[in-house]
């Protein structure tokens, strides 16, 4: 009797605590860990996954965020924003390097504005001047901003820059710039209106921006629903199902929240992409990891981030912020009644230290609340800041949460990218060095650990197909051990060691 009553008490004061532990929960523990893979370049668009998309851009060296040098032909000297921008246009340096770049918007083909070193567009002088000086003092671009770059025929090298009133550039003495050259040009070397034009960078890999606004209003929207509607398909869900892997991460853009009218030069129909994915990831028993990848304003200068041409502005103002938490709402509530929504990850790698913890710190919490609105069950992904930080700095946030994973992303290729390593000290950094990381955000009451992107791409000079099975058994042994999982970056690919499908298909990645 006497023992029977305790055990009682005791089972009664453990159901309490379970009860306790259960309401007040900051876990919602999984069942099973994600294997999964990103479905990257899908419906954000990446050039370097899918470089033939681009194929036809007319003049596809003259992308948004282009840098380009003009040199004059005559003097040999090139354009400048003198002090790197706010007073005028010369052409007297001898190397082309920050102040002499100009970042390319682009209008159409032909038209475009150019952003000078401190951000401000290249223009007429229109209130001061005469309507010829050329300056850099406009903060946003308007008609007196605007050029249109001439190609010779026969050698795209050669240019001219027509300006708003007509006329066209030249080159004086002492490198003084006007745009009061009129008329035709033979393209001769003594000619001070033709320059040579170089493309030293920039986003040319292109993305969803440089894609969309390239290809321009009339051919995009076809381009695009092309691209969505055959890189991935229902079989590519199974094919998934059929190799071990449980998961999808799905990276979209803010503007998909405004679908079927995003705004410019975004194109209508990747909502209906997304919902496509949703019944085929239910079809075969797929769950979803939700990502926002590109943000308003952009979280960190990349293509995948969405960027125009490189500036990272989001988080700054607080309407990019509100506009973001708009687009999680209006995801998690679509998509909360089907049972492959796993997680919805808030944002993608925000970049340090433009992106603060302050700012994220904000907007994570928002965008938890806006989750919760619609759903209980589903976990709430918070990706660590891309830069030198703390890995810990979310756990003050997470701790107050429930349900919530902290994203970390593993590339040996740009995490050790100053080492030198060969094969086995790459595998050796694998088995010591992440495993440290990954044991210094695991915790018995902090947030679950996602592996949310990582590849096979190494920078090992000619290894065989024996380093690569090593090294992924290494990635696999350690990444499994992720509180949450991991995804693989990504299912499809030009190049063969980022793509997840034919590592499967050739025997380099069994599960
Ligand atoms: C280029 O021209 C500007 C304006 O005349 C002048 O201030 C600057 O010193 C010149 N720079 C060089 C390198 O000649
Ligand atoms: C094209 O123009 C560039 C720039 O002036 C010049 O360097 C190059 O030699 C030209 N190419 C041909 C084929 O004429
Ligand atoms: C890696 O190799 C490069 C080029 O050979 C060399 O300049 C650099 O010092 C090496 N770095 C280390 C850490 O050994
Ligand atoms: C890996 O960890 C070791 C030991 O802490 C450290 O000396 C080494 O620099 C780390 N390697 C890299 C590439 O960070």
């Known amino acids: 009797m006497e023992i029977n009553s305790r055990l009682i008490l005791l089972l009664g004061l453990l159901f309490l605590f379970c009860m306790v532990s259960f309401s007040h929960g900051k876990r919602l523990k999984p069942r099973f860990r994600l294997k999964a893979v990103n479905l990257g370049g899908w419906l954000v668009a990446e050039g370097y ?44 340096r001898t190397v082309g390097s920050g102040w002499e770049t100009f970042i390319l918007w682009r209008i159409n083909e032909k038209t ?38 001439v190609r010779k025929p026969g050698n795209s090298s050669r240019v001219r820059i027509k300006a708003p009133n007509g006329f066209f550039l030249q080159v004086k003495a ?10 035709k040009s033979k393209w001769e070397k003594n000619d001070p209106s033709v320059f040579e034009i170089t493309n030293i960078g920039g986003l040319n890999g292109g993305g969803e921006f440089q894609l969309t606004n390239g290809y321009g209003p009339e051919r995009a929207p076809q381009v695009m629903r092309e691209h969505w509607n055959t890189f991935i398909v229902e079989d590519d869900f199974k094919f998934i199902a059929e190799n071990g892997l449980n998961g999808v991460r799905i990276p979209v853009g803010w503007w998909i929240a405004s679908d079927p009218t995003p705004p410019y030069p975004y194109v209508g129909g990747s909502l209906e992409a997304l919902d496509n994915a949703f019944s085929w990831a239910e079809k075969y028993g797929i769950k979803i990891v939700l990502g926002l990848h590109a943000l308003p304003g952009c979280q960190n200068g990349w293509v995948h981030g969405g960027s125009r041409d490189g500036t990272q502005d989001w988080g700054k103002t607080d309407d990019t912020i509100q506009q973001s938490v708009d687009a999680i709402d209006f995801l998690t509530a679509r998509y909360a009644k089907s049972p492959s929504f796993y997680a919805m990850e808030l944002m993608n790698e925000p970049k340090a230290p433009e992106a603060t913890l302050e700012m994220l710190n904000k907007f994570y919490m928002l965008g938890y609340d806006a989750v919760r609105k619609h759903s209980s069950t589903v976990y709430v992904v918070l990706n660590n800041r891309i830069g030198k930080i703390d890995e810990r700095e979310l756990f003050p946030l997470a701790s107050g949460l429930k349900g919530i994973v902290l994203d970390l992303h593993y590339y040996n290729l740009f995490n050790t990218k100053y080492y030198n390593l060969t094969a086995q000290q790459n595998i050796d950094f694998i088995y010591g060095n992440r495993s440290r990381d990954i044991d210094y955000v695991t915790t018995s009451n902090g947030p679950l650990v996602f592996i949310g992107e990582w590849g096979a791409e190494w920078l090992v000079e000619g290894a065989s197909q024996e380093d690569y099975k090593r090294y992924i058994k290494a990635l ?23 793509n997840m499908e034919w590592l499967i298909k050739n025997g380099y990645i069994k599960l």
């Open 112 to 149: 475009f504005n150019f952003k000078v070193f401190n951000r401000q567009f290249v223009g007429l002088d229109m209130t001061n001047g005469n309507g010829v000086d050329v300056v850099a003092i406009a903060d946003t671009p308007g008609k007196s901003e605007t050029f249109e770059i």
């Open 49 to 92: 996954i899918t470089p033939s998309l681009l194929d036809g851009i007319p003049n596809k060296d003259l992308l948004d965020g282009s840098q380009i040098l003009f040199k004059s032909v005559a003097t040999g000297k090139y354009l400048c924003a003198e002090t790197g921008g706010g007073t005028i246009i010369v052409a007297n």
């Open 174 to 183: 002492k490198g003084v710039v006007t745009a009061d050259f009129a008329g």
């Open 476 to 498: 696999l042994d350690v990444f499994k051990r992720a509180s949450f999982g991991w995804a693989f970056w990504s299912l499809k690919n030009v190049n063969n060691h980022w």
